[in-house]
């Protein structure tokens, strides 16, 4: 069965500079995980909301769409 996750994402710079992935939030909506990335934002270098489709119990997803994209994020998640 496909289900679509929509998830919003935070960026931290490590003491490097460089982005690293924060910790992952679930959101109900796809609004909900572009209002959640925004507000991220204002606390982290940067933040994304994406969603995937896919069908968990066989472990098979479809590539990321990106939603939004809120500050610094890395290139590749275009």
Do not use: W
């Not at 935070?10 to 924060?22: H, K, M, R, S, Y």
């Not at 959640?36 to 982290?44: D, E, N, P, S, V």
């Amino acid at each position: 069965m496909s289900v679509t996750y929509y998830v919003a994402l935070p960026f931290v710079e490590d003491d490097d500079g460089d982005l690293q992935p924060g910790e992952a939030q679930e959101a109900q909506t796809a609004m909900a995980a572009i209002g959640r990335a925004a507000a991220l934002a204002q606390k982290h270098a940067g933040a994304i909301a994406f969603s995937r489709n896919g069908d968990p119990g066989l472990g098979e997803f479809e590539p990321a769409v990106v939603l939004a994209r809120y500050g610094r994020a890395p290139d590749e998640m275009e």
